[in-house]
Every structure is written in C-alpha cells, then in structure tokens.
C-alpha cells in the first residue's frame, strides 16, 4: 500500500494543513455545491447501512411455514374433498386469522424501529462556498467544513481542524464515561481509537467547547458503519416457541391416525354403516389437530408484545416475547438504567466540616445541611465562596423558563451551576459583578480547570480539577476569611479524604482560588484550596422494589458498569442489590484473560452481583460464563461497543432514549424510557404468556381429545355414534375456539413474580401436563357418555334417538365450556383467580351458549347438526353431567393446592 493511500486512512497520523490538502477543500470557503454533489454519488449519503429489512411478502409468508399450520391446511384440504365444505372453509378461515395477526405485528414492530430511527435524525451546521448553513446529516460528504458547539451529536467522523475548550463525551463509542479533552495537533499513526485526541467519531456527543473539522468519513465507512455492519451477518433462526409448536403437532399425527383407525375398523366390525365410520373416522382425524392453537399462539404473543409497548418495552421480533419468561440473570448497566442519568452535589467537605446538599437532578430547591443547622441558603463564607468557584469555572449553562430547568454541558459543571442556584448564586449575575477576562481550558495532562474574572482590576483565579492535581498545586487552605499554610502532612489527609468520597460511590472535584494582578499570572501555581465537592447520580426511586421483585421472581440483577468500584458499590448498595456495603466488587481486567480462570475463578465471578470498570470484551465474557451454566441472560447496552454483546446475550436490551441506532438494532428489546423497572414489567409479561399459552393448549388438547375418547368408548362398547361427524366439527370450530381466545387474555396469577424461572428447555407440554391431558379428556369423555346411555334409557328408541344424540352432544358441549375453569393456575383460589376474573371468559362462555342454543332451536343448524329440542328432563341431564368434569377438576385442584405438589404448577 502506498504510503499516500496509508495516510488517506489514517487522517489522525495528518497535520491539518495535509489533511485539508488531501481533502481538497478550503477551511474558510468549504466545499462548493457542485464538489458535494460529486462527492455524494462517490461516496453515497451519510447513512448507516441498516440491517436489511424483510420485505411485506416474506414477513406473510414467514406466518405459514410451520409444522402444526401445514398440518391444518392438509386436514382443510381433507375436508373440502370429502365434501365437509363448513369444515374446510373454517379451518382456512383461522389459517388466515392467524396470518394476518402475525403479520400485521411484525409490521408494527417494524415500523417502530423505523420511527425510533427518525428520532435520532440530526443535523449538521456546515460551511460551503463560505456560508454556514445547516442541513440534514445525512447530505454530509468526506471533505465537508462542519461546525460544531456544545450539545451538538457529531454526525460523521471528524478530524479536527480548530478547537476551542472542546470536549467530547465518547461513551457510546469506547465506554469512557468522562468527557474527553481534544486537540487538533497530530498523533502517530498506530494510536488506538480511544486515545485519538484529533478525531470525533459519529454518534459521540459535544460536552463542552467548540470546534471545526473536516469530515472523514461517512456513513458506513465510518467507525460506526464498521461496527453496524458486523452485526448484521447473524442468520435468523425458528423461536423456541415455534419449535416447540411444532413437536406438538408432530406428536399429534400418529395418535390420531391410531384412533381414527382404531374406530373406523372396530365400528366397521361391529356392524356400523361404513361410509358413516369413515367419515367419523376422517372427522375425528381432522378434530384432533387444535385448529385454534397457532392463532392464538399467536394472538397472545401479540397481545404481550402490546402490552409491553405501553409499558415502554418495545419488542423487536415475537420470540423474545416468549424467551423473557425463562430469564434468569438480568446483567445491566448503572447509569441511566439504576439511576437518574443526573449528576447531582451531593456534600461539600471544606475545611471547618462536611456540608451536605439535598435535592437531586435538574432541581434547583434544595438545602444545606453544615452541622446541626439547616438553611436554604449558606452563611458560611468558606462554603459562599466554593459555591461561587463552582459557578465561576464552568462552561456549562442553566435556563428556567415555565417552571422547566434545561441544561447544556458537561453534567458535573451542570450539577455546580445547580448546587449555586440552590445557594442563591446566579452564574450570569455572578459573571455581570466579576466578568471573565481568561479562561485555560481544561488539559487532560494537569486534570484542572481555570478561568480569570475581573475584581476592580485585580483578577480572582477560579480553579477545578481532579483533587490529586488541586491538592498538589495548593500551598494555603481557605478556613473562612482566612488562610493557613498547608502542609505535606495536610496534602495527604486531603487525598484521603477524596478516596473515602470516591468509596462512598461519588466523583470528586477539588475547588481553589487565588488572586492575581494580571491575567499573564500562571493559573495553578499558589493556589488556595477551598475543599472538595461529591457528586452521585442518584439511583431511580423505583429501583429497589424492582430489583427485590427480580429477587423474589428467581432472577439475579447483576450491575455491570465501567464506573469506579467505590461507586458501583455504593450504588449497589443503596438501590438493595446486595446487602452489605463491603460486597466484593469484581473489576473487568480479572475477565480480560477468561480462557485461563480456574473452576474456583469462574465459579467467583458467576455468583458476583457487582463488576465495575467494565469493558464491552469483559460484558461477551460474563454473559459466556453464565450461558455456560445453563443461564439465560438479559443485557443492557446503549453505546456502539454494547452492541455485540446485545447481539450475543439470550435478551439484548438496549436503551431508547440514550442508545444508538446500532445497540438498538442488535437488541431484541428496547427501552424507551430507559428504565430498569421496564425490564422487570416485559420479564412478568413473558411469564404469563407461557402461562397462558399452556393453559389453551391443555384446554384445546384435552376437549379435542374427549370428542375422540367419547367415541371410542362407545365404539368399542358397542354402542351407537354419540356424536356424528358433522357435530364434532362444530365443537371443534365454534365452541371450543372462543374460550381458548379467552384464556390467551389472562392477567396471570398473583403470584407469578414469586416463583423461579421456567426452565428454557421445558416443553409446552410436561409429562405432568399429558397426564392433566388423559384425565380430563376421559373425565368429560366419561360424562358424555353417561348422559348418552341416561338419555337413550328415556326413550323406547334407546341410544338411537335423536334426543339422545342431541343429548350427548349438548353434554359434551358444556362439559368442554365449563371445563375452561379447571385450566386455573393450582396456586390460585376456586372463586377468585386470573380466570374467573377475566371478563373475556365470560364473554365467550355466554357466547358459545348462545351458539349452542341456536345449534339446537334454529331450523336450519338444527337441520345440518341433526339435533332436537329437549324436553326440561333433557336439559338436567345435560347439565347435570356436564357439570361433573368441572366439580371433579375442581376438588383435583383444590387438593393438589392444599398439598402443595409445585411441580404440577403451570
């Protein structure tokens, strides 16, 4: 490679007049219209290359490519032919229902993740043919003059030109939490990314300063495009829930071909019409396939996917929906998702004692606390003055308008210009009395801050760093209108006293002052020290009661952070994470080297609830680790670098409001609030899904499975057809589909956030549940009968009767509706659970009744089904044996609650 081409790739290794040069682009003028409009058929619009989406039709067609939907087209082409066109027109009727459900959510989700992107749409002040204007990021060209001030998202990769007190908030991109300094001067060319002092990198944030630059790079060939473009090669695969759909129509296609042999031969032998067996036999066949199952798998996930919505979890793809149910470790980041993403001043420690300031955030009421007096506004000149230095050396900016504070800049300095507003200092008032002659902006190699306002002609020197660089550049202490010398031995109590702030989880600053006669005086030289200032992003109020309703539901809340250990403790401590704030804190370079821990290592760092300086390659080794174990793992992220560990945890979930489009896109969940209780709200919400999806699936299965019994039995007792086909196709259309929908709409249990996981690997249906299946498929078979045999013996035409028939028929019918209260969650009460209290219930049982008195008294679907009214006598015996299946279900499951067998539970 030539070495021009080398450098062309490398702008950082470049002065900024060859860059400019090889830019071939004037800093003054900028590019002109005709140059951008051949560079942007070059190099394309400035857009990241997004993950391909689905087209309309593949989406729709996606919808029909299951086992169990096949099984049903084939049972619906079965029954066109043998001329049960009702039946035929039904099936594919739900076939279609289940769809469009799918469908139309897909394309819901889809669109939201679109809308999420236009969210993110900025623009870009840029300088071509010597005029600024702004215009939409996404017109940037390599070689374009921008313009950049404080608060403003870096819309390309930049080299820096010519900066002024520039300093960027690089966290999305390298995890760096503290704003970083930035030069123009050129570095060699093998630095890495994170120390690349002259470049600004797409999707990072201006904290401070200003600054132009030249664009160069755009869209995906910038760092961020690389990244975005990785993560796009991960080949979808079929969801859990899909598969296990699919073993269980995979399991129902021999057992009804048996059955349906079994009654059409024993029927046949005993003397029975043979076209009248076959047809049973065909229509049974076609009965057992649960042809409601896939819509309402799907209706549920939909109807969770909704709901999470409105709690501001935007699922990405319907599985997740599902697999959040099996979460059982939930790794998440500190800021913004534990806390209020709000630097806040938290204490002051000055020379005559520790001031402590209440109110968090944005909020400019608050007290001090010096002592045993508390006042709204400080008297102490000490605590006066470092307020006001706070004030002084500050770049950022605060406005009130309405009753709504707003606030620009770096968060620390936003916090100091809160802290003085709460004393009664006003940094525009302040700055009319003392105006800024100077500033020194903040240098990364002296960790200090300065600025020089006028005092009647003699200049104040506010200082503002980190304490070890204040502390050493101090000589005298401020003790109130005085000062004393400090000493070697002072020195190091102040250091001590930064590092026990710093454990207690607060960032420190340290505060001097001197004065001056001349602004060319050295800023950090003689410097009065005023104290030291804490501040804490307070945790959300929420937290706590979340995190011990994670506890209690059997998921463990792991704070994975790139803070200080010290700050991640305390955090941790304060939102209940662990119990004790001597809690071992595991830092992320003892993960940097994850192929040689020890078994003792490993087994250490799986039970940690707290790591602190973190890096994305330390978050893909944790989430290893406890995948490794069995675990399924949810992970938090909002930065570029979160992003393959998004892509690779089990849920990734990224942040709405501060994620990038890339950890958004490599997510499965979203966050549009940011917060951590949200998490907790979609991981309920999957449990109950799976609850729900179980309990239709056991009440289809099982009244599919009685019809089927029922006739077995009496085929094989020699009794004549209790049903004809004809009838069972309507049960299994029409009544059976409604209160399965109904059930798909349970709120769940009370309970269901205070029991373990499920096991990801456990099938909709456990020996347990096929067990449940065999006893009330025989129990309502068995009632069935019984009212069969009670209504023949009331005729002199016996079982043969049309009323006998209708009888059985009716019987089964309620058994199958009633049924639906036996499917309740055995840890919750008869009269009162989430079934009962669902009104949809009642509103398919009182709709199913209606069909099923029309089946009977309407001319014409009495006709079809060869039903008969029925004498009074006739209606108590149907409901008289219909209720027996549900009295029986009911004491099963009042017992198995009394005896406490979990292991049964849904």
């Known amino acids: 490679m030539s070495r021009d081409r080398r450098e062309s790739q490398t702008p950082w290794s470049q002065s900024v007049s060859d860059v400019l040069e090889r830019t071939d682009v004037s800093q003054s003028e900028g590019l002109t219209e005709k140059e951008v409009e051949r560079r942007r058929a070059r190099f394309g619009p400035n857009e990241l290359r997004e993950a391909e989406r689905r087209r309309w039709v593949e989406i729709l067609a996606d919808q029909f490519k299951s086992f169990i ?82 608060g403003d998202l870096v819309p390309a990769d930049l080299r820096i030109v010519e900066p002024s007190k520039l300093q960027i908030d690089e966290s999305a991109l390298t995890g760096e939490s503290v704003p970083v300094g930035k030069t123009s001067e050129p570095l060699d060319e093998d630095v890495p990314l994170a120390e690349r002092e002259n470049m600004l990198y797409k999707g990072t944030y201006v904290t401070r300063g200003s600054a132009e630059a030249v664009v160069a790079a755009t869209g995906p060939d910038t760092e961020l495009g690389h990244i975005s473009a990785s993560l796009q090669e991960a080949a979808e695969e079929q969801t859990p829930l899909q598969q296990k759909l699919d073993d269980l129509g995979q399991k129902l296609v021999p057992f009804l071909l048996v059955v349906a042999t079994i009654v059409l031969v024993s029927g046949w032998l005993r003397g029975q019409d043979l076209f009248l067996m076959v047809e049973t036999a065909i229509a049974l066949a076609i009965a057992t396939v649960p042809e409601g199952l ?15 919505a409105d709690r501001n979890a935007l699922i990405t793809n319907l599985a997740s929906v599902e697999t959040l149910g099996s979460t059982t470790i939930i790794c998440t980041d500190k800021t913004g998702t534990l ?85 009664g200092l006003d940094r525009d008032e302040l700055l009319d009395s003392m105006p800024e002659a100077r500033e020194v902006s903040f240098d990364p190699s002296v960790k200090m801050m300065a600025t020089y306002h006028d005092v009647n002609g003699d200049y104040k020197v506010a200082v503002k760093g980190a304490p070890e660089a204040v502390i050493e550049s101090s000589t005298r202490i401020v003790t109130g209108d005085d000062t004393e010398e400090l000493s070697g031995s002072d020195r190091k109590e102040w250091l001590q006293k930064s590092d026990r702030m710093a454990e207690d989880g607060l960032r ?150 501060r994620g990038t489009q890339v950890a958004q896109e490599a997510s499965d969940m979203i966050l549009r609030d940011d917060n951590f209780e949200s998490i907790y709200h979609a991981v309920r919400e999957g449990r109950i899904i799976f609850s729900n999806i179980r309990k239709f699936v056991l009440y289809l299965m099982s009244c599919n499975l009685s019809e089927l019994l029922a006739i077995l039995i009496a085929t094989l007792l020699g009794f004549p057809l209790p049903l004809l086909p004809l009838q069972i196709l309507f049960l299994n259309v029409v009544t059976d589909i409604f209160p399965a929908f109904a059930l798909g709409a349970c709120g769940g249990s009370r309970d269901i956030m205070d029991r373990s996981p499920r096991n990801p690997d456990e099938p909709i249906m456990t020996r347990t549940h096929w067990t449940e299946l065999g006893f009330y498929g025989i129990l309502i078979s068995v009632a069935t009968i019984g009212a069969f045999v009670i209504g023949g013996s009331m005729h002199a035409g016996g079982m043969e009767t049309e009323e006998a028939v209708t009888i059985s028929f009716l019987t089964l019918a309620f058994a199958q509706l009633w049924h639906v209260f036996n499917v309740r969650e055995v840890t919750s009460g008869i009269l009162r659970n989430e079934v009962t209290e669902n009104l949809y219930v009642w509103g398919a049982l009182g709709l199913s009744t209606l069909i099923l ?44 609650r009394r005896f406490e067998i979990p292991q049964l539970d849904f």
């Open 508 to 657: 420190v600053l340290a505060l001097a002052r001197k004065e001056v006669d001349s602004t060319e005086n050295p800023p950090y030289e003689d410097l009065s020290l005023l104290g030291l200032v804490g501040f804490i992003d307070p945790p959300r109020e929420e937290v706590r009661s979340t995190i011990q309703g994670c506890q209690d539901a059997g998921m463990r809340v792991i704070m994975v952070t790139g803070d200080h250990a010290g700050t991640a403790r305390n955090i941790a401590h304060s939102v209940g994470l662990v119990d004790t704030d001597n809690v071992e804190v595991v830092e992320g370079r003892q993960l940097d080297d994850p192929e040689n821990l020890s078994q003792e290592e490993k087994d250490r760092f799986v039970n940690a609830s707290v790591f602190a300086r973190v890096n994305p390659a330390n978050k893909l080794d944790l989430i290893d680790l406890h995948q490794v174990v069995g675990s399924i793992v949810a992970m938090t992220g909002d930065g570029v670098n979160d992003a393959p560990a998004l892509k690779k945890a089990d849920i990734g979930v990224a942040m709405g409001q």
């Open 69 to 150: 939907v096949l099984l049903l087209a084939a049972a619906g082409i079965a029954a066109f032919v043998l001329g049960d066109v009702i039946e035929g027109v039904a099936i594919f009727a739900v076939l279609v229902i289940n769809g469009a459900i799918g469908f139309v959510t897909e394309m819901r989700a889809v669109s939201s993740m679109e809308s999420l992107q236009e969210i993110t749409e900025i623009e870009a002040r840029v300088r071509r043919a010597g005029e600024e204007n702004g215009i939409p990021a996404e017109d940037l060209v390599p070689g374009d003059i921008v313009v950049l001030e404080a």
């Open 294 to 308: 896939p819509v309402v798998a799907t209706l549920v996930l939909a109807r969770g996917m909704w709901r999470m």
């Open 339 to 423: 806390t209020e993403n709000e630097m806040t001043v938290a204490e002051y420690e000055l020379a005559n004692g520790t001031v402590e300031v209440s109110g968090t955030g944005l909020d400019t009421d608050g007290t001090f606390q010096h002592g045993d007096q508390e006042l709204d506004e400080p008297r102490d000149p000490v605590m006066q003055e470092a307020l006001e230095v706070g004030v002084l050396c500050n770049n950022a900016s605060v406005t009130e308008q309405e009753g709504e504070t707003d606030a620009t800049g770096d968060p620390m300095e936003v916090a100091l210009l809160i802290a003085g507003l709460k004393g």
């Open 853 to 896: 008195f029309g089946a009977v008294y309407l001319p014409g679907i009495s006709l079809a089904l060869s039903t008969t009214p029925l004498s009074l006598e006739g209606w108590l015996v149907v409901f008289g044996m219909s209720l027996i299946p549900l009295g029986v279900g009911q004491v099963e499951r009042e017992f198995r």
